[in-house]
């Protein structure tokens, strides 16, 4: 075996490792956005496990403590209490497993919905799209909120409910998306080739057309959940979602709104919580974009 060989190896993964080292610089932001969705992860699993407090426990004695760096502030209590007493960091901590939860569900009852009739529209066309695409201009045209406090009066506020509710309004943009693209698929060579082999219909839908949309469905998926994240908090802050004393962001910035003039940090934390929860999964989302689409890729 000549020197050649012996060193190439070495030399071959040193290049592929600086590659990746490329790819992840241009791709920074993205970057930041996979560690913030990462800690969110790891905060939601062992919530229970890293909280200072329950985030239950009541106590008048310490109600509206500021956070430990301002005058008045405790060090058991980092963040501050809110109006009961209630530990401000631990019931942040655990509305952040609420936010995944909700987010999470609802896009994968929207996925299950959208794509399922975006694929049927994009692949029979005629009567079957004009009904499908007829929907889904009503729902696009249909106010979200209106929409959403209609179906939770009906069902009731709950998690489950809220997560229906997410996921009942939110499917149109994963029908127009697979419509479009199933529409170019469904003439391309392999798709005919499958047709012409007399393959079932159900068949050439889930082998050879739903694979090809996945890049696409995931990119959309992870921007939709930052969407169902704040759409969360929002109905929560109208008392239409998580109920107390369930930690819900949404929730925290309702009940520090009679407080925001004197004892911001009741509205200032969760307010920030969500908005770095959404600008990761953003971050994150269009990196993924620029991974998967050839048109935004860049070497």
């Known amino acids: 075996m000549t020197a050649?060989?012996?060193y190439a190896t070495p030399r071959r993964q040193t290049n592929r490792i600086r590659a990746i080292l490329r790819k992840a610089?241009?791709?920074?932001?993205?970057?930041?956005?996979?560690l913030i969705i990462f800690a969110m992860l790891l905060v939601a699993f062992g919530v229970q496990w890293i909280t200072p407090h329950d985030p239950y426990e009541q106590n008048i004695m310490q109600r509206l403590l500021p956070p430990c760096w301002m005058e008045g502030g405790v060090s058991s209590h980092i963040l501050g209490t809110d109006h009961v007493g209630r530990d401000l960091l631990s019931r942040i901590l655990y509305g952040t497993r609420i936010s995944l939860v909700v987010g999470l569900s609802a896009v994968?009852?929207?996925?299950?919905?959208?794509?399922?009739?975006?694929?049927?529209?994009?692949?029979?066309?005629?009567k079957v799209d004009s009904i499908i695409s007829?929907?889904?201009?009503?729902?696009?045209?249909?106010?979200?909120?209106l929409l959403a406090i209609s179906l939770i009066a009906v069902l009731g506020p709950s998690l489950q409910n809220i997560v229906i509710a997410l996921g009942c309004t939110g499917w149109p943009v994963f029908t127009r998306v697979t419509r479009v693209e199933t529409i170019k698929l469904k003439e391309r060579e392999f798709v005919l080739a499958a047709v012409s082999q007399a393959f079932s219909t159900l068949r050439i839908l889930i082998r050879h057309i739903l694979p090809n949309l996945l890049p696409s469905i995931l990119v959309?998926?992870?921007?939709?959940?930052?969407r169902a994240i704040i759409r969360?908090?929002?109905?929560?802050?109208?008392?239409?979602?998580?109920?107390?004393p369930t930690p819900s962001w949404g929730m925290m910035l309702a009940e520090g709104r009679d407080y925001m003039l004197m004892e911001w940090w009741l509205?200032?934390?969760?307010?920030?919580?969500?908005?770095?929860?959404?600008?990761?999964?953003?971050?994150?989302?269009?990196?993924?974009r620029d991974v998967t689409d050839p048109h935004t890729r860049k070497d």
């Open 220 to 226: 959309l998926g992870t921007v939709e959940v930052a």
């Open 4 to 6: 050649t060989a012996v």
């Open 25 to 34: 610089w241009h791709l920074r932001l993205g970057v930041v956005g996979g």
């Open 232 to 244: 969360e908090s929002l109905l929560s802050f109208l008392g239409l979602g998580i109920q107390p």
């Open 267 to 288: 509205a200032a934390f969760p307010g920030l919580a969500i908005f770095l929860s959404a600008l990761g999964i953003n971050l994150l989302g269009d990196a993924l």
């Open 108 to 126: 994968v009852l929207q996925i299950v919905i959208g794509v399922f009739l975006g694929l049927l529209a994009g692949y029979y066309g005629g």
């Open 134 to 145: 007829f929907m889904v201009n009503v729902m696009m045209g249909f106010p979200f909120i």
